[in-house]
């Protein structure tokens, strides 16, 4: 599991949590697998949408998104690799705006790295969720040159959002030695599950329906309630569940 698995499990939470729409957006634009996450075939997707901007109001730009369930819509990758090419940054943001108004909470999967269509996003973002898998201590060395690339380019800390993947220990001591590491608050810890993962995976469901007592989706339930308490008030954060 991954980012895509993890924003498209965070939709669904927020949607059982607050009960509103919300809307999930695949901006991986060459390789998305939000679709197959979802298990829908899309009539549209940011390519088109993008592609008919100009005409796009926010109540049209609906029909763009794909149902997974009434609460949760898509947003679905184009395609064909090449549509991909042909979306820059500035229509993505333009998207995204009209698409504030139709949903009280929109998720985003960003490419990895950062391009110009990520970093379009990630300003526009209220918050920036920076997720890092820990195979090696390689993977957290990158995590800080990033949040100090993040710094150069003049985000205020509380609108990162550090999401560790993949421990071998969720607590909150190993939480706040990561964050001493870090320099930098760290929202949750992501154990490393992958019989969850490959279950879900097998059975076509969303992990927090196949177990939502494990410690992976009590995880991803923090992301949940952080943005929750995000919208709520400005910046407040919620403990980690263990």
């Known amino acids: 599991y991954g980012k895509s698995s993890i924003a498209f499990n965070m939709a ?9 729409r919300v809307g999930l957006v695949d901006a991986n634009f060459q390789f998305g697998d ?16 993008t592609r008919d901007l100009s005409y796009l109001t926010p109540a049209s730009l ?4 794909t149902n ?6 898509l947003l679905a990758a184009p395609v ?39 970093r379009a996003i990630m300003q526009a973002a209220d918050v920036v969720y920076v997720l890092c898998a820990v195979n090696s201590g390689l993977e957290v060395e990158h995590l800080r040159r990033s949040l100090d690339y993040f710094q150069e380019l003049g985000y205020p800390p ?18 706040r030695e990561m964050e001493r590491h870090l ?11 992958f019989k969850l993962a490959v279950t879900a995976s097998n059975q076509g469901r969303p992990m927090i329906a196949v177990w939502p007592e494990s410690g992976l989706v009590r995880g991803i339930m923090d ?20």
């Not at 939000?34 to 949408?49: G, I, M, Q």
């Not at 609906?62 to 998104?65: A, G, I, L, M, R």
């Not at 992301?223 to 263990?242: C, H, S, T, W």
């Open 12 to 20: 669904l939470g927020l949607a059982e949590e607050t009960g509103k």
């Open 34 to 49: 939000l679709a197959v996450f979802c298990d829908v075939t899309p009539e549209a997707s940011a390519y088109e949408a």
């Open 62 to 65: 609906d029909k763009y998104f």
């Open 68 to 73: 997974y369930t009434e609460q949760v819509r």
């Open 80 to 118: 064909r690799p090449e549509q991909g090419d042909l979306i820059d940054g500035a229509q993505i943001t333009a998207v995204l705006e009209l698409a504030r108004d139709l949903f009280p909470y929109l998720i985003v999967d960003t490419p990895a790295g950062f391009t110009d269509v990520s």
């Open 158 to 175: 509380e609108k990162l959002r550090v999401v560790i993947n993949r421990v071998s220990q969720r607590s909150l001591a190993a939480l």
């Open 183 to 193: 320099g930098h608050a760290v929202v949750t810890l992501l154990p490393n599950d």
């Open 223 to 242: 992301l949940v309630k952080n943005a929750v308490y995000f919208e709520a008030d400005r910046g407040a954060q919620p403990e980690m569940r263990i």
